[in-house]
């Protein structure tokens, strides 16, 4: 069985940094061509933020560019997501992603996505 768990969400001030971590189990090497963060805003559309690929290669989304950073840790088989200068903007669930299917220029498209995570929230106050 597969499972991913988010972790690190809470309630910030704009300016401030939180670590998101996504702790996996079951998700074997073929599960995890590609990685990713997606988040939802109430009222919103689910989008895609970041997606890490199998050789590491990573992508963003223009609106997180130089601000978040995606990795793999290997520790525990999961993914992180440090997100630097927050702002209101980012106020949403956050959710961990993986999928058996390559990441497609560079992202993960929502509807290649295989196993999602539970989310974690994310609040950010002005």
Aim: positive net charge; charged residues 15%; aromatic residues 8%.
């Amino acid at each position: 069985q597969v499972q991913l768990v988010e972790s690190g969400g809470g309630s910030v001030q704009a300016g401030g940094s939180l670590r998101l971590s996504c702790v996996t189990s079951g998700l074997t090497f073929s599960r995890r061509a590609c990685l990713a963060w997606f988040r939802q805003a109430p009222g919103k559309e689910r989008e895609g933020v970041a997606a890490i690929d199998r050789g590491g290669t990573t992508n963003y989304a223009d609106s997180v560019k130089g601000r978040f950073t995606i990795s793999k840790d290997s520790a525990k088989n999961g993914l992180l997501l440090q997100m630097n200068s927050l702002n209101p903007e980012d106020t949403a669930s956050y959710y961990c992603a993986a999928s058996v299917w390559s990441c497609t220029d560079g992202m993960l498209p929502s509807d290649r996505v295989t196993h999602w995570g539970q989310g974690t929230q994310v609040t950010v106050s002005s």
